[in-house]
């Protein structure tokens, strides 16, 4: 495909801690391409790479943003320019080892960039292709966004992304580059009955297990003998449980989890 999602990112202020939670529950490895111990860490499945970066001033905790590998940096603005002029790049410092560039769709969720002809865009690629999918790997980012269907259309027509929609029940669009599935889905305020608000922007990560039993005995084992990484359970009150059938209703998976800094995880083994 014209487009590869090859990872994610999100600020903490835990962030070894938060790194070591997503190895010993889903299996990610550090990444051997690149170092940065002052700066965060980056681990992955060798598809798809989690960078997991200091929360800074300023800064919103949580997950932030998303990254796409392309055929072509100039094809992606050429078609951005001529439909969706709300959206743009910009060339980040070259301190930069994720990404050559940063975008935004027409709702100002961003995105990092980088050609598939960079090296930039193989610094997670540790697992070569023709090796065995691993038992847990990424499988989705989600974002909340007022404007979701034109978003959906956008990444649709830039990145050719295909459609999901038939597959799922649930509302939004979803699109994938033929492993991760990006979930666009609706925000509005009447939405957020009896919770408090959340902003605009990433939702959640998904992931796809071995198996749902499989994955639950070893979660239970992980937190009990380590609870720093045990996940953050959902529920137990009036307005934990709204969360909780709020992120139910919205997820394509079979079970929801929060990982230690709150970010909402979607996990399902179909």
């Known amino acids: 495909m014209f487009a ?17 939670f997503y190895e010993a529950v889903f299996g990610l490895k550090p990444s051997s391409k690149t170092s940065r111990p002052a ?24 997950l932030d943003h998303f990254g796409m ?15 969706f002029p709300e959206a743009n790049i910009v060339k980040r410092p070259s301190t930069r ?3 050559q560039y940063s975008g935004n769709d027409p709702d100002g969720n961003v995105f990092d960039l980088a050609e598939r002809t960079s090296k930039l865009s193989e610094v997670y690629a540790d697992q070569m292709e023709e090796k065995p999918v691993p038992d847990r790997y990424l499988n989705k980012f989600a974002i909340r966004t007022p404007n979701a269907e034109k978003c959906a259309e956008f990444y649709s027509e ?35 009955e009896n919770m408090s608000i959340k902003r605009p922007g990433p939702d959640h990560i998904g992931f796809k297990v071995e198996s749902m039993d499989a994955f639950k005995e070893h979660l239970g084992a992980i937190g009990g003998s380590n609870p720093y990484l045990a996940a953050m359970p959902l529920g137990g009150s009036k307005e934990s449980d709204a969360r909780k059938a709020f992120l139910a209703k919205a997820a394509t998976g079979k079970m929801q989890i929060a990982d230690p800094g709150a970010v909402w995880i979607d996990i399902t083994d179909e």
């Open 39 to 62: 700066n965060g860490v980056s681990v992955g499945d060798g598809y798809v790479g989690m960078n997991i970066n200091p929360l800074r001033d300023g800064y919103v905790g949580g």
């Open 97 to 99: 080892p994720f990404a």
């Open 158 to 192: 830039v990145f050719e992304l295909e459609p999901l929609n038939k597959r799922f029940d649930g509302p939004g669009w979803h699109l994938t580059d033929g492993r991760v599935t990006l979930s666009i889905l609706p925000w509005s305020i009447p939405i957020f």
């Open 69 to 83: 590998k392309v055929d072509s940096i100039d094809a992606a603005l050429e078609r951005m320019q001529k439909k």
């Open 4 to 20: 590869q999602i090859n990872h994610m990112a999100m600020n903490s202020p835990n962030w070894p801690m938060m790194a070591k």
